[in-house]
């Protein structure tokens, strides 16, 4: 895919999916346009060589595959990994609060939220609602609002004076979005059931049973700086992995079996049914090579990228980094190290994507964090340690990390692109 034409459709997806649920959604339709077939865990599987194929757990999260051929234990498979979901503040079940002439919603703070950025901005709501509808069946189905109805209005510094000096947000009492006036009538209940029936003509709601929705700001992604040399959005941090992915394994050429995985719950340590360090992986895997010795096989014949945005040296806090390893914006992808396997990259996977990179001429970047600072951490190392694949952590290197708005590069997810596409193109990984 052409520069101009990946970022538009970049900043299409990022727009589509402001939620975990709307984004495995716009992976679900590309796939099905693209031919994959979809399939379900509940039933049989049949597949073929030279098939296409995409399976979701919990909607939130998604494996693609194509299998050009089915002897996995001889040829292993080309992974990347990412993750769908991103920090924000979620509603609690009981989520109306009516205070002092306003009504308004208790959230709770999803992930390492960096809560100040949440002030002053145009809040919307979308996610996920159950119901029983008129024929007593209980259904699921995605809402978005997408109209700008909340906000978290900041507080003057004539009653903050120390605000520019000491600022915190409290989760529970500060953070609450304001709806409405209390002299209007409010009820969640009838909101949802008429956000339900707006959105699904055909879904005959009786009942709202339960919920999982998320605030999320309104303001379009958006290309900017003086040459447009930046993307900025919400949840970059790690939809930007998931459409780079994405188009990888679209535009693959079926040379080699490859796969894609996209899980939830990565923010919060991704324990959970759908989530890395949960077992919907290998299923899915074992599925698709049942006997326990060549399951083994084609681990070790298969390599995953895990990717997950790095930080950027910011100009304005440069002593944050490691003076030998500051990522910078739009001059290629980092490789993550770390020697207490936070990261799971090691020389000899992280040697397979140099060389790759250096096929695409594309530029690589190392990162470690400062040995005086703590290092977070991503999928690779749960994933690697879950089903034995050799694993290599990069990421896009990126300003704002955990922002309501986050910073990247508009050249580096296309470079990325072309570096998966061959990847999945890579026949033997290393000589032993």
Not at 67 to 72: G, R
Not at 249 to 254: P, T
Not at 385 to 406: A, C, K, N, Q, Y
Request: glycine share 6%.
């Amino acid at each position: 895919m052409e520069h101009s034409n990946f970022n538009h459709s970049l900043l299409s997806f990022l727009k589509d999916s402001p939620t975990p649920f709307h984004a495995t959604d716009s992976m679900r339709n590309a796939l099905t346009d693209a031919g994959f077939i979809e399939l379900f865990e509940e039933q049989s599987w049949v597949i073929d060589e030279g098939g296409k194929y995409f399976v979701t757990r919990n909607e939130s999260s998604i494996i693609a595959f194509t299998t050009p051929q089915i002897d996995f234990h001889q040829t292993g498979w080309r992974m990347v990994g990412a993750h769908t979901d991103s920090p924000c503040l979620k509603l609690k079940p009981n989520a109306h609060v009516q205070r002092h002439g306003y009504h308004q919603l208790g959230v709770e703070v999803y992930g390492g939220a960096l809560l100040h950025t949440w002030l002053d901005r145009d809040l919307s709501i979308a996610g996920r609602v159950s119901f029983k509808n008129q024929e007593g069946s209980i259904v699921s189905c995605l809402v978005d609002f997408k109209d700008p109805i909340a906000v978290v209005p900041n507080l003057a510094i004539h009653l903050n004076r120390q605000a520019n000096e000491a600022f915190s947000v409290n989760p529970q009492t500060e953070i609450l979005p304001i709806l409405c006036g209390a002299e209007n009538e409010f009820d969640l209940q009838v909101l949802l059931k008429t956000q339900v029936e707006k959105q699904h003509p055909d879904a005959q709601v009786a009942t709202i049973l339960d919920f999982e929705l998320s605030l999320y700001d309104t303001q379009a992604p958006a290309l900017v700086g003086l040459h447009q040399e930046y993307i900025c959005s919400a949840r970059l941090d790690n939809l930007l992995s998931c459409f780079v992915g994405l188009q990888a394994l679209v535009d693959s050429d079926m040379q080699r079996p490859s796969l894609l995985i996209c899980t939830d719950h990565e923010e919060i340590g991704s324990l959970s049914a759908c989530g890395a360090n949960g077992p919907f992986l290998d299923d899915v895997l074992r599925r698709l090579s049942p006997n326990p010795e060549r399951y083994v096989q084609a681990m070790q014949r298969s390599m995953l990228v895990s990717a997950d945005n790095a930080h950027a040296l910011h100009p304005n806090y440069a002593s944050k980094h490691d003076a030998n390893h500051a990522p910078m914006i739009n001059k290629g992808a980092v490789i993550k190290v770390n020697a207490n396997q936070r990261y799971a990259t090691n020389s000899e996977t992280s040697s397979i994507y140099r060389d790759i990179a250096a096929e695409e001429d594309y530029t690589v970047q190392s990162f470690v964090v400062r040995s005086d600072m703590a290092c977070g951490s991503t999928i690779g190392p749960i994933t690697s340690g879950e089903i034995g694949v050799p694993t290599i952590d990069i990421g896009l290197p990126t300003f704002g990390m955990h922002s309501i708005r986050e910073l990247a590069g508009s050249h580096d997810a296309h470079g990325l692109y072309k570096v998966l596409a061959r990847f999945m193109k890579r026949g033997k990984l290393i000589t032993r």
